[in-house]
């Protein structure tokens, strides 16, 4: 599908990655590790060896492997592509530069190459392997080294996998930041090397927007420049650790620095903005 802007291509990234995972691989993955424990168990309670418990990995990934999981992330990577040429024409039109000189720009820059390697691994096999199939392999081997019955080790099981649908979290968890940080990442870019001191910060606060989003939407307008910036990060997130300083707005209470990420600091704020899951974005202008 081809996206307007870069608010409806991270909504649709999102969407494509959340939506296309059907619930048959949760089901799947949990029929293997059910049989697995049926045929090891002794005295009505699971026992399974330490070979047994390393073929699981092996087994778990042929379960993703043999999925539309690959096709997915195949195809949530394309939308990069798509990315670098929206942002280009939004810097463009916003600062009066040539598309052209901001993708060529881009495409050159050792950042790219680093956060597209990134949601490669968190989304490719490493991550799979390291991440996503050691959680379900370490759930396994504490069942068995607890010695849990039966009965118990079904209700951990479908717990953890089904009813809090494990692969749905493990993409919540690792791909849904990944296009909105790259688009703060393209714009970093650009103001360091044209040397903008000026921000748009857009996008609507709600109730959930964290103090520092509500901060530079409401109370500044969405527009500061350097200056403004450092101020605000050295009340909100001092030296990179978020701040634990109450804040009221609209009669309730917040951290400052509630949601966001440790080490957000002024040279990779445009990228971390918020935190996890910020729907804001921040642009570098003159």
């Known amino acids: 599908m081809i996206y307007s802007n870069i608010e409806s291509l991270i909504i649709g990234g999102d969407k494509l990655l959340i939506d296309g995972v059907p619930q048959a691989i949760d089901k799947k993955i949990l029929k293997l590790l059910l049989d697995v424990i049926a045929k090891n168990q002794q005295d009505g309670k699971v026992n399974i060896s330490n070979e047994v ?8 990934y042929n379960v993703i492997k043999d999925s539309n999981y690959t096709e997915l992330v195949n195809e949530y990577m394309t939308l990069f592509v ?3 040429n929206i942002i280009s024409r939004e810097q463009a039109r916003i600062n009066s ?3 052209a000189n901001i993708e060529q ?7 790219r190459e680093r956060l597209l390697s990134k949601v490669v691994y968190d989304l490719g096999s490493g991550g799979v392997k390291d991440i996503f199939i050691k959680g379900l392999a370490d759930a396994v081997r504490q069942i068995s080294y607890v010695n849990m019955t039966i009965d118990q080790a079904v209700d951990v099981l479908m717990t953890k996998i089904v009813d809090n649908e494990y692969t749905k979290r493990y993409i919540r968890a690792t791909a849904m930041d990944s296009l909105s940080q790259y688009d703060g990442a393209v714009n970093q870019e650009v103001k360091n090397v044209y040397g903008f001191s000026k921000y748009l910060y857009i996008g609507n606060s709600i109730d959930t927007s964290r103090a520092i989003c509500r901060h530079l939407r409401d109370d500044l ?3 500061f420049d350097d200056d403004m910036l450092r101020s605000v990060l050295q009340e909100y997130c001092p030296d990179g650790k978020p701040s634990d300083g109450i804040i009221t707005i609209d009669k309730k209470k917040y951290k400052k620095g509630g949601g966001m990420i440790e080490g957000t600091v002024f040279d990779n704020f445009m990228q971390l903005r918020g935190g996890y899951g910020c729907r ?4 570098s202008t003159k």
């Open 53 to 60: 418990l390393a073929a699981i990995e092996d087994d778990l």
């Open 221 to 223: 307008g969405g527009k």
């Open 97 to 99: 530069l040539k598309a």
């Open 105 to 111: 720009l881009w495409k050159g820059s050792y950042n």
């Open 82 to 84: 798509q990315a670098d």
């Open 280 to 283: 804001h974005r921040c642009l």
